[in-house]
T-cell receptor
Framework: GESVGLHLPTLSVQEGDNSIINCAYS??????FIWYKQESGKGPQFIID?????DKRQGQRVTVLLNKTVKHLSLQIAATQPGDSAVYFC???????????FGAGTILRVKS | GAVVSQHPSRVICKSGTSVKIECRSL??????MFWYRQFPKQSLMLMAT?????????EQGVEKDKFLINHASLTLSTLTVTSAHPEDSSFYIC????????????????FGPGTRLLVL
């Protein structure tokens, strides 16, 4: 079923520090993962993706790490800025599946 | 690239009326679009998967006669909330996925900005 979070965890970081947002995914058959950023009142914005045949992928200021052994996904944001404040969702897609399953989300608050 | 628009962004309606929300992929063709609902401080809940030219596939517990979905072209899907009631008030978000012939990764979903529905 779909993941629904009633109390989103919050990560507070100081501006300029690095942020690490974690996600435990549910299905060992998932082969594709995405991180989305959602600002208040807006739709999710694609940040970075990774396939299951990789364990690390880097983008601009962001890195996604995948540990299939423990079904764990993380998003690292370097030099966090106030504009990074948002809710971050991980999503997984099962192999041969058609839809994404979303995690509960994590609130990132950046303190200036 | 990969821009998805939704219209309207906000709508307030009276109980019992129907509301139509449009989702368009602006710079790519999307054989598959998805409709989600999101409550405050919660994750996205998939309502249905919309395939161009065929009937939508609804998730368990979603009433297909209440949430009508039409995907008439490769760039447009509509969600109609029929006989809306206050409990239908929510944030509705669509997403689109590129076709097999697109340069976009087929699995990646790109989201619209969402539509805030308030039923009085």
């Amino acid at each position: 079923g779909e993941s629904v979070g009633l109390h989103l965890p919050t990560l507070s970081v100081q501006e300029g520090d690095n942020s690490i947002i974690n996600c435990a995914y549910s299905n060992s058959a998932s082969d594709y993962f995405i991180w989305y950023k959602q600002e208040s009142g807006k739709g999710p914005q694609f940040i970075i993706d990774i396939r299951s045949n990789m364990d690390k992928r880097q983008g601009q200021r962001v890195t996604v790490l995948l540990n299939k052994t423990v079904k764990h996904l993380s998003l690292q944001i370097a030099a966090t800025q106030p504009g990074d404040s948002a809710v971050y969702f991980c999503a997984e897609k099962m192999e041969y599946g058609n839809k994404l399953v979303f995690g509960a989300g994590t609130i990132l608050r950046v303190k200036s | 690239g990969a821009v998805v628009s939704q219209h309207p962004s906000r709508v307030i309606c009276k109980s019992g009326t129907s509301v139509k929300i449009e989702c368009r992929s602006l710079d790519f063709q999307a054989t598959t679009m998805f409709w989600y609902r999101q409550f405050p401080k919660q994750s996205l809940m998939l309502m249905a998967t919309s395939n161009e030219g065929s009937k939508a596939t609804y998730e368990q517990g979603v009433e297909k006669d209440k949430f009508l979905i039409n995907h008439a072209s490769l760039t447009l899907s509509t969600l109609t909330v029929t006989s809306a009631h206050p409990e239908d008030s929510s944030f509705y978000i669509c997403s689109a996925r590129g076709t097999a012939f697109s340069i976009l990764p087929q699995e990646t979903q790109y989201f619209g900005p969402g539509t805030r529905l308030l039923v009085l």
